[in-house]
T-cell receptor, first 109, second 118 residues
Framework: RKEVEQDPGPFNVPEGATVAFNCTYS??????FFWYRQDCRKEPKLLMS???SGNEDGRFTAQLNRASQYISLLIRDSKLSDSATYLC??????????FGAGTILRVKS | SQTIHQWPATLVQPVGSPLSLECTVE??????LYWYRQAAGRGLQLLFY??????ISSEVPQNLSASRPQDRQFILSSKKLLLSDSGFYLC?????????????????FGNGTRLTVT
């Protein structure tokens, strides 16, 4: 089983739609969780950290479910500019972060 | 504010040639430094990480090596490139969290180097 698993997609949604991605992790001792966004042929950029209580940043909401070992990312009112690959990242121990392979989102007009 | 510089942006090298990619960080001291590789359509693979000058940890056996001659400089090298070394190489930095063993701070990536070995 992979340490971090994501549905590769692609998720094809119309503008204005709400879309959610899940990411599961295998190590119950994981302590840190992040969502990154990666545009085509660019470096990943931090979208948001994921806290135990959940957190929201504008149209983006991240949730952590420790019991079921998954994190989620909800995007409301999707924009064309949200089209990208979304990477789930989990801190297993020390300073090593493990990246999921990513979920592709395509927002269409 | 902190910035990370990575160069070159693109590189085309023949099989068997040497490689040197450089990464520098500004605006922070004693960062953790990382080299990742992303093959086409694949996830990020951690190659090396460093918690201090001269301290390098290798994650996977490979044809590459890394060095950290200065606090904010990280170099990725190879003596002889293989076709399988082609990919998108990303340097990243992070800082320690409040508890070194249980907290990870997020990574911040450079713009990457797209390497094609021919």
């Amino acid at each position: 089983r992979k340490e971090v698993e994501q549905d590769p997609g692609p998720f094809n949604v119309p503008e204005g739609a709400t879309v959610a991605f899940n990411c599961t992790y295998s190590n119950s001792a994981s302590q840190s969780f992040f969502w990154y966004r990666q545009d085509c042929r660019k470096e990943p950029k931090l979208l948001m950290s994921v806290y135990s209580s959940g957190n929201e940043d504008g149209r983006f909401t991240a949730q952590l479910n420790r019991a079921s070992q998954y994190i989620s990312l909800l995007i409301r009112d999707s924009k064309l500019s949200d089209s990208a690959t979304y990477l789930c990242v989990v801190g297993i121990w020390g300073n090593k972060l493990v990246f999921g392979a990513g979920t592709i989102l395509r927002v269409k007009s | 504010s902190q910035t990370i510089h990575q160069w070159p942006a693109t590189l085309v090298q023949p099989v068997g040639s040497p490689l040197s990619l450089e990464c520098t960080v500004e605006g922070t001291s004693n960062p953790n430094l990382y080299w990742y590789r992303q093959a086409a359509g694949r996830g990020l693979q951690l190659l090396f990480y460093s918690v201090g000058i001269g301290q390098i940890s290798s994650e996977v056996p490979q044809n590459l090596s890394a060095s950290r001659p200065q606090d904010r400089q990280f170099i990725l090298s190879s003596k002889k490139l293989l076709l399988s070394d082609s990919g998108f190489y990303l340097c990243a930095w992070s800082v320690w969290g409040a508890e070194k063993s249980s907290y990870n701070s997020p990574l911040h990536f450079g713009n990457g180097t797209r390497l094609t070995v021919t």
